[in-house]
């Protein structure tokens, strides 16, 4: 891919140099606020912009005086890894009324703060809005008043304003993610990781109520990732007749030997007629009908608090650079508008167009037009409710489709957290499209060795949450055993094949198509699920398992970091794994504020080196007395991390000493994260789909025979869309020899990462959001 070189624009020309930022955190508090906070002061005075606190949300800037204050680089330094919001937030009457706004504006002027940046909920972004429509009136109110003069109302006679959307639940259109949710999911999920066993000893039935007055979100996605009986949301209501329904399932799985249930109940749950479902309601429900013994449990604000995850952590430094880049190209003439996230790109969008769609949702609830609702809230629900209705009702088997086909299902590579979950899904999935599902032991190895047996239904309960591959899984790649594999797959009569794994996963797939030539064995649809720690697989943005390792390495990074606290002047050289990729290192490094990070991607030399020590040794002098480094296993294979270590220790020396630390397979380990999870079963579920039309397409006069490139795929996340590509395609997009694609859109968060470290850098802008519209009715899908 080409980038059309005249087109790119360097933010190096967007200067700051004359402007005030104020930024405000308001409405309910929501983990990675603080990084969104962080990004903003830093990339703000980075381009020489003076940036203000505002303290207290709106209430702040009501009161003025101390409430607002100006940030420095350093007072943001340590608050990435803090949950809540640091600059305080309230609910404000007083903003609501025409007088609030009168003062505010006052306070803003004195300062001559003319941007506004917002982290918030929908009210808070409304009230923004507002508060800019009626600007030029306020200054006048207050030239009439003699509270400013006319010059102070020239100068600020522009307010602009950007949004960015912090709230655990979700529950604002046109973005896939808040800054928040993905923090929440972790408190919830850990709470139903250690609620299971509990209720497994006893064979025990529990009832959560979790957060979501308006919006399910956060109910539908725990349910998905922890795989729980029954869900209730506000916008899937119940049909009359739920609760015998409800009981049937609950003792039917009790009688396919699950030891457990677990329903999830939103706490705006309610019936078909606008009823509130309560958990009590629920309790009552299952033991007077079934007799079990049931528990409630609330998690209540345990949601909202905690350390924010890897994701929020990065979604909230790249949603406030992109903030800040949005306010120093505002123009009288743009709309206020939010950044935020679509795919795995970022995007700007008008506020009062996501917001009026915000409230339609609210509005077609509120008129029990449930579909539309849905349709509303946006891509990323609606693929979750419609993977949760695959997944959770299980059909008679008189009414599934009698397809007669058999699907294999096998882990490739090293185990990555979430390949359970895509097993799980897959194998549930291809039960109800009505094909028999084979489970392949330990990779091709088990392949070629006959270790197939067929995989039901109830065999694969309780997988989500668990960590590594209980399929097992071999590198062996299957070239070498070919007429081995070829002859299993006719005693099996197997005619497609699900391959979950990494690189090796890939490559085994490539050269079973490359194989269909000598052997018509292999003419049969085959599809690859990227699932590795190390996101080095070419054709997709993300991979099964990076999450949960992201995560394992910056909750690490985090406590490194803290044992510094009282020692002061500490540097830590940490080594990531990933092979020749360098996304754990980099990633991890933006997520846990490092100051430098060593990849293969980006060659350095010992001038780098060099540099980094001596920014390393003027950091010192500052209130900051740590420094964090991270290096990447195959960076460089002279420069190891003892060699960076004993340069860092020698050249360091009278300033500050080091440590090193090698993190090793603690980044494989360990129960898979929320977005693992979810993400395994969403790719798994459509996998199975595809597989099962491409059966139908190849199945000719009683054989499966499939031989063109588009019957071997791989799916993968390309910006903004899951996408089927074959994978003799993606080998010109390939670098073998180190195990990584060419082009990694990743490398383009590098710069960020600099730029919070406090390093000069050039940072490509021009693919920073243009200004979009909310796309509201989309057509039907065409696959």
């Known amino acids: 891919m080409a980038k059309r070189q005249d087109t790119k624009k360097f933010f190096e020309n967007l200067s700051g140099a004359g402007k005030s930022i104020g930024v405000l955190t308001s409405g309910g508090d929501a983990q990675g606020m603080n990084a969104a906070v962080r990004a903003v002061v830093r990339m703000g005075i980075y381009v020489g912009a003076k940036v203000y606190f505002v303290h207290e949300g709106y209430q702040g800037m009501v009161d003025g005086g101390d409430n607002i204050e100006e940030a420095s680089w350093e007072s943001v330094s340590s608050m990435l890894q803090v949950g809540g919001t640091v600059i305080g937030s ?34 808070s972004l409304t009230g923004a809005n507002l508060f800019r429509e009626e600007w030029s009136g306020l200054l006048e109110e207050l030239v009439q008043q003699g509270l400013i003069d006319e010059k102070a109302a020239q ?12 709230s655990i639940d979700n529950d604002f259109c046109g973005t896939d ?31 959560l109520e979790v957060m979501g007055r308006h919006c399910g979100y956060l109910a539908l996605v725990s349910a998905l990732a922890c795989g729980a009986d029954w869900v209730l949301i506000p916008e899937m209501p119940p049909e009359d007749g739920w609760e015998e329904q409800m009981c049937q399932k609950l003792s039917e799985n009790r009688a396919d030997k699950k030891r457990l249930n677990i329903i999830i109940v939103a706490e705006g749950a309610i019936d078909s007629h606008n009823k509130p479902i309560t958990t009590d309601h629920i309790k009552e429900l299952v033991v007077s009908c079934l007799g079990f013994d049931t528990r409630v449990t609330i998690l209540g604000h345990v949601q909202r608090g905690g350390t924010p995850s890897a994701f929020d952590r990065i979604l909230a430094s790249r949603m406030g650079v992109e903030a800040v880049l949005a306010l120093l190209e505002a123009s009288a ?87 359970n979950a895509a097993v799980r899904s897959a194998v549930r999935v291809g039960i109800t499209e009505g094909h028999k599902m084979f ?52 005693i099996h009569n197997i005619n497609a094949l699900l391959v979950i794994g990494g690189f090796e996963a890939f490559e ?13 064995d292999f003419c049969i649809p085959m599809c690859v699920l990227p699932a590795t720690i ?62 430098a990070v060593y990849i293969y991607e980006e060659p350095f030399d010992i001038r780098d080196l ?40 020698e050249e360091g020396k009278g300033v500050f000493d080091c440590r090193k630390n090698v993190l090793g397979h603690m980044q494989q380990g360990g129960a898979p994260s929320p977005f693992d999870r979810n993400f395994g079963t969403k790719i798994a579920a459509k996998a199975i789909q595809w597989i099962s039309r491409k059966l139908k397409e190849s199945y000719k006069e009683g054989k499966v025979f499939a031989n063109t490139e588009d019957t071997a795929c791989l799916l993968g996340m390309r910006r903004r869309a899951m996408v089927f590509q074959p994978v003799v395609q993606l080998k010109d997009q390939t670098d073998f020899v180190h195990r990584i694609p060419k082009e990694q859109w990743w490398l383009k968060l590098r710069p960020l990462m600099k730029i919070l470290a406090k390093y000069k850098t050039s940072y490509d802008v021009s693919d920073s959001g243009q200004l979009e519209h909310v796309t509201r009715v989309r057509p039907k899908k065409v696959d």
């Open 534 to 595: 190390s996101n080095n697989v070419p054709g997709t943005d993300l991979s099964i398992g990076a999450d949960t390792s992201l995560n394992a390495i910056v909750e690490t990074c985090d406590r490194i970091k803290q044992s510094a606290s009282g020692t002061k002047r500490r540097v830590f050289i940490i080594e990531t794994m990933g092979g020749y990729c360098g996304y754990l290192a980099s990633v991890g490094g933006l997520a846990a504020g490092a100051d």
């Open 508 to 520: 085994c797939l490539l050269q079973l198509y490359e194989a269909r030539t000598s052997h018509e």
């Open 177 to 207: 993610m808040t800054i928040g949710t993905d923090s929440a999911l972790h408190r919830i999920i850990e709470v139903v990781d250690a609620i299971m066993t509990t209720a497994q000893s006893h064979q025990r039935t529990f009832v």
């Open 610 to 649: 060099q540099s980094n020590v001596e920014h390393l040794t003027e950091k010192m002098k500052t209130g900051i007395q740590r420094g964090l480094v991270l290096r990447n296993e195959n960076s460089n294979e002279n420069f190891t991390t003892d060699f960076i270590y004993q340069l860092y220790s």
């Open 333 to 419: 003439s743009t709309p206020a508008c939010v950044v935020s996230l679509c795919g795995n790109q970022a995007v700007r969008l008008p506020l009062m167009e996501c917001v009026q769609m915000t409230q339609d949702v609210q509005k077609a609830m509120d008129e029990k037009n449930f579909e539309e609702a849905v349709r509303l809230r946006g891509r990323s629900f609606e693929n979750n409710l419609n993977t949760y209705k695959l997944l959770s009702y299980r059909k008679a088997d008189s009414e599934l489709p009698n397809s007669s086909f058999n699907v294999a299902v096998l882990n490739v590579g090293a185990p990555a957290a979430g390949m």
């Open 90 to 123: 309230a609910r404000c009457k007083e903003f609501r009324s025409h007088e609030g706004r009168l003062k505010a504006a006052h306070h803003l002027v004195q300062r001559d703060i003319t941007n506004l940046c917002v982290i918030g909920g929908d009210g």
């Open 155 to 166: 100068n600020n006679s522009e307010l602009h304003i950007v949004g960015m959307v912090g």
């Open 439 to 490: 489970a392949v032991n330990d990779g091709f190895e088990g392949f070629y060795k006959g270790q197939i047996k067929e995989i039901k239904w109830g065999d694969v309960g309780g997988w989500t949450g668990q960590g590594g591959s209980i399929l097992g899984t071999k590198r062996t790649l299957p070239a070498k055993h070919l007429d081995k594999i070829a002859e299993q797959i006719r």
